[in-house]
């Protein structure tokens, strides 16, 4: 029972987390030609400490998880390369988090993101790319039961790799493009 309710708690930290970022990113987008009035920041700090959290929660439970795992199964249970690989990958969204509300956010403090340079353009997409990706990809390994004690954790973290390197590489190509129309409107003086 103990472990249904750790899974359960885990399960519904991971989709309070992840739904909040799909949704303070999908606002981030459309707030992109604009200074972020009070409410919008209020928003981005509501979202930080949901998302925070969350994460809390998310390390809490499976920490717990891992250490009622090694209890019942023993220390083969700590053998488990995809257990290493999620939480490589759950350091690293934590990191780049840190780095989102240390670096990113700020910037959009100064100025909306369309009018920012386009190293600080690449900035914030490279971010943002990896905390979705990473939200992802933490969120697919807990669902990926197959891959328990199958694959090698620098396989997993390879196809991390991969689908990171993709989402990276889209988020470039929208903000390159999006910027050089959003350069064009201004030049135009159209909206």
Known sequence: MLKMLLVYGHLIATCIA????LQADQKLWSWRKEV????QREYLDETQKIVMLALLALWGSGLLLVLQGY?????????????WAK??????????GALLHRIGF????????????????????????LSMSSWLFAAFLGVARAW???????????????FALFACVVALIV??????MDDGWSRTGSK
């Open 36 to 39: 972020l009035n009070q409410v």
């Open 71 to 83: 209890l019942y199964e023993g220390s083969g249970y700590l053998l488990n390369q995809k257990l």
């Open 18 to 21: 992840l739904g909040r970022v």
């Open 148 to 162: 328990n004690n199958a694959l090698p954790y620098l396989h997993v973290m390879g196809v991390f790799a991969v």
């Open 106 to 129: 700020p910037l959009l403090q100064k100025a909306p993101f369309a009018s920012l340079s386009n190293s600080d353009r690449t900035r914030l997409a490279l971010l943002g790319a």
């Open 87 to 96: 939480a490589s990958v759950v350091a690293l969204l934590s990191l780049n």
């Open 175 to 180: 903000v390159n493009t999006a910027g050089a």
